[in-house]
């Protein structure tokens, strides 16, 4: 958390006191990220109570009636916007006054699906490798950055193929090797005979979807939020992975996971191409928040920022 977030938490503590003696309370909120995301929303709802109590505490909130009326405002960077849409999703805004979301796969990113298949992807320093694919694909949060975006991917497939294998969760769609490598990890951990490796992973798929649909579902005037309440930034002009083929003409899935898919035409004039790009790791298509239009967004490039 200090390595990472150590100066932007200095730089707001810093930035929204008028003085120094009446400072504005700045809390990181840490949570294990490899966990399902509805889970570690219940653990921000429960940390936004505590720092509301804590916040009560300081006398110059206490003198100006914070009391009255408590509220936070949240920032959520990558997977943690995530976290914070879905937990107003089920919670409404009564406790959250405005909220700031830096470059969050609201529809997913087509690297999660390079981890799970390869282990090796730009969501981390590690290139593919056996345990490192072992791992993600038992990570049930990574199925929550599963690409849902319209174009994210296409599949291909003969008539003697399942056509049904058009969902990106979908079990069908998913090669067997996942499967088995999940049942790798049970059998080292010696969970129960209940959990079998199937029902693993078709778990982690449903909860995924279930979560997606209810981010898809929220909207703002629904929480009483108002689009001016939620600043989205996203990252764009670099060479982002913005999809993927799936090839079922054997009877067996195939991930494509190219170069020619990972493009940079943020200077085109088209809009379709223009949204061809990202931040490297999370597609432009991928950050766009169904619950926002995307006149709202702020693009953020290398060197300049505007509004798109």
Sequence with gaps: MEV??????????????????????VYPFAYDWRRPLNEIETQLGDFVTEVIDRTKLLRHYHENDYAKQPKVNLIGH???????AGYLASCGSDLVRQV???ESPCQGSCEAVSKVVTGGANLSMDEGRSREREAARATPALYHLLPSFRGAFD????????????????PALWQPSVVDSIGKRIDKRELPDGDDAQTVFHGMLERAEAHRTRLDELRLEDIDMAETDWLAIVGVDAETLVGFDVDCATGKPWFRLDSSRRRNWWERENTEERRCTGDGTVPLSGAIPSFMPERRLVCVTPTTSVWN
Aim: zero cysteines; charged letters at 25%.
């Design 155 to 170: 599949v291909r497939f003969d008539a003697l193929t399942d056509s049904n294998r058009t969902s990106i969760y979908g």
């Design 4 to 25: 990472i977030y150590e100066d932007l938490i200095e730089e707001l503590r810093h930035e929204l006191s008028a003085t120094g003696d009446r400072a504005v309370p």
């Design 100 to 102: 700031v979301t830096l």
């Design 78 to 84: 990558s997977m943690g916007g995530l976290v914070v």
